[in-house]
């Protein structure tokens, strides 16, 4: 089995900050080395979009609306993901989904979801 329980999030003002983090449980991941982690989000009416990733041994990756402004962290031992999220305007107000898979496999489990709204 795999889980991601994913905390966090919430309601924000435009230009302040939050985060949201990710915990995997589950016999498929403790028993397994924890591959690529990430998260994404999904705005109203808008398709599913890559925010950030983070490789087993710290790579990073952003989307160019996330460089400068989000940062993505893991912790291996904990089997963790967090994502801090600074500057937020108010177009990113959408479900922010963590997402993780095993080292050297290519299915992705999936959190449940955190809904981020970003107020005016």
């Known amino acids: 089995q795999a889980q991601l329980v994913e905390t966090g999030g919430g309601l924000v003002q435009a230009g302040g900050s939050l985060s949201v983090s990710c915990v995997a449980s589950g016999s498929i991941f403790s028993t397994n080395i924890m591959g690529t982690m990430g998260w994404y989000r999904q705005a109203p009416g808008l398709q599913l979009e890559l925010v950030a990733i983070i490789g087993s041994f710290g790579a990073t990756y952003y989307a160019d609306f996330a460089k400068g402004r989000f940062t993505i962290t893991r912790d291996n031992a904990k089997k963790m993901v967090l994502l801090q999220m600074n500057r937020l305007e108010t177009g990113e107000t959408a479900v922010y989904y963590c997402?993780?898979?095993?080292?050297?496999?290519?299915?992705?489990?999936w959190g449940q979801g955190n809904q981020v709204t970003v107020s005016s």
């Open positions: 997402n993780a898979k095993v080292a050297g496999r290519d299915k992705g489990y």
